[in-house]
């Protein structure tokens, strides 16, 4: 059993956990993921390691609301346990030789991408941190991205804080004005990276992109997490989460991760139902 040693909500539907873990915070590495389940019972799902700390032995992980186990954890109040926290897993992100670098995160793949841009930045790298959100209401670790880089760019799709417009237009803005980048990485939805990668791509930038498909095991024996690079099949769980992004079928992984849009949304709605009873 893991006990949750504070909680924090960062927007609506965004939680920060952090856990009593400390095998796991021993050699917890940015780019890096766990897998829990919440009971016995329950489903395991990988969630990217926010932060670590070697010396509390904590590890901290930050969640969307979205389906059925996201839901349950949600419940799980400050000094409660979960039944399972597995790793660090998965090939930490190569930060050696990078000496300017665009982290570009979109929603809650910002909890991803901070990690990452402080990694570099505690290693003398010139991080310039773009990050985009929806609504202002939906922002998370501006403070944090801000203390980590050179350079932060905040958007939104509303306007309502930062610049209006998309983290692509913040991206070429940038490019164009003359900055020049060892490495882009970019984290957050498939469709967002997938238009940083083709924007690039033209201008011949090195790009690498985190991917979180569907995962159950954790070890490439169940082959969920496949995803084209490069025309071969690689494992998100063992070969990345980090890939180059431009070798990355994008199309296809949006596609496979669309098949599971319904069942999320049926067991996010049971487990609704679930707590709604316990209410009562």
Known sequence: MYRIVKRKSLNPTVTLL????????????????????VDEKGERIPLTIADSNKETGTVSII????????EKL?????????????????RATEIEGLKKVAVVGG??????????AKALHEAGAEVHAIVGFRTKDLVILE????????RFVLMSDDGSTGEKGL???????LIDSGEQYDEVITIGPLVMMKFVSLL??????KTVASMNPVMIDGTGMCGGCRLSVGGKTKFACVDGPEFDAHEIDFD????????YHAFERHRHEDACNLFRGEDK
């Open 252 to 259: 296809e992984a949006i596609e496979r991760s669309s098949m």
């Open 107 to 116: 929603g809650v793949g910002s909890a991803i991408a901070y990690p990452v």
């Open 18 to 37: 952090e856990i009593e873990a400390p095998l796991v915070a021993k050699k917890a590495r940015p780019g890096q993921f766990i897998i829990l389940r």
């Open 167 to 173: 983290v692509t237009d913040a991206l070429k803005k």
């Open 74 to 90: 949600n419940h799980v109040e400050e000094g409660g346990y979960i039944a399972d926290f597995v790793g660090p897993l998965g």
């Open 200 to 205: 690039t791509k033209q201008y011949g930038i």
């Open 63 to 70: 969640f969307q609301v979205v389906g059925g186990t996201t």
């Open 143 to 150: 403070d944090e991205f801000r203390e980590n880089s050179s």
